[in-house]
């Protein structure tokens, strides 16, 4: 059930949390840190708490391991392992690298020296095959951002089709390590959206209600998303998605060519305000959406996640992806639509989050 668990919180999964609860006289409530909620915390003291598990998700990912190679099972606060010793302290070394050699800039993280090792590599790997020498290419004449969007607008429909969607409910399977499970997934312009995966143990939920977001998985309490979560989730809640780039993003630029399988697309970044790039990739034929590409910030280093869309089809007028494969780190999973219903009442109290038992 372990995996089941993470890849469902990736299924809607992403957003931006902002609460209400605490607040006083107009003034925003300031977030816990993690030495406010977690218990023998001695190098991420000052990150806000819902930051500390995203961080331990970039420190596994880097090494390749799982929590309990520095972790006592069932007691994490706990100093029993060495490695754990280990790692505080090679966090402290990165630290003090960024910031005496890099200007205060992150430009050294977990992954740098491990690359999915818990032991670096310190020698250079022989090759394996004969090197040939690159032949220099000429560079290539790149549309505008703006072309490469306006042609994607065009391809699902247009703008016009695409703004009378009001709502859509599609369901489907989700293929979770050769498990097939069924999920149905609802969405409400502008930005709700929930999605109802069911496993044999339950209903797993990830939902965003157009200001927060939450997951609920069985046998666990309901929580909100943390940060790096809700930025994306927002983005996937977006119904208006294609029409809404602009607004979404400070700026957006065409950075080259890159290969899909043997697709070839447009790179488009779009930068915003303090928050992580987004890459997005276009079939430079057909101009759709084939992958976007996004960044959760943590204290250590960015988590990355990957959703490649696919199967576009025709639904009232505008073409949507029936399959999408989501990745990270620690794995990935795909969900296959069936049937896709628009423009039909969605209650807005599905959207919302059960209260606290």
Known sequence: MRL???????????????????????????????QDVYKNIQVLKDVPADQLIPAMQFVAASLG????????????????????????????????????????????????CHRGAHDPVSVPVIAETESMPAEAAAPASLPSAGQV??????????????????????????????????????????????????????????????????LGN?????????SGEADGARLDADLHFATDIHKIFNSLEVRGVEKIGDQDTYLVVGQREGRPPVRLYFNQKSALLLRMVRYYETPLGRNPAQIDYADYRE???????????????????????????????????????????
């Open 65 to 112: 391991v799982e929590c309990d190679f520095c972790h006592v099972p069932g007691a994490f606060e706990k100093d029993d392992k060495k490695n754990k010793q280990t790692a505080r302290q090679m966090m402290t070394m990165m630290f003090n690298i960024n910031k005496n050699d890099f200007q205060g800039n992150r430009e050294v993280t977990c992954y740098t």
């Open 4 to 34: 089941v668990v993470q890849v469902v919180a990736v299924v809607g999964s992403f957003l931006v949390v902002a609460s209400a609860a605490g607040q006083t006289q107009g003034k925003p409530a300031q977030p816990k840190m993690t």
């Open 149 to 214: 969007l306006d042609k994607f607008i065009q391809a699902i429909g247009g703008a016009p089709a695409l703004d009378k969607v009001s709502s859509r409910i599609e369901k489907g399977k989700a293929t979770v390590a050769g498990h097939q499970m069924s999920i149905d997934i609802f969405a409400k312009a502008p930005d709700k959206r929930i999605s109802v995966m069911h496993t044999d143990q339950g209903d797993s939920l990830t939902a965003f209600d157009g200001q927060t977001g939450w």
């Open 315 to 357: 639904v009232d007028g505008v073409k949507i992806p029936f399959r999408w494969t989501i990745a990270r780190p620690s794995g990935r999973f795909t969900i296959q639509v069936d049937q896709v219903q628009q423009n039909v009442p969605v209650d807005d109290a599905r959207f919302e989050k059960p209260a606290a038992k």
């Open 218 to 226: 069985p046998g666990r309490p309901v929580r909100e998303m943390n």
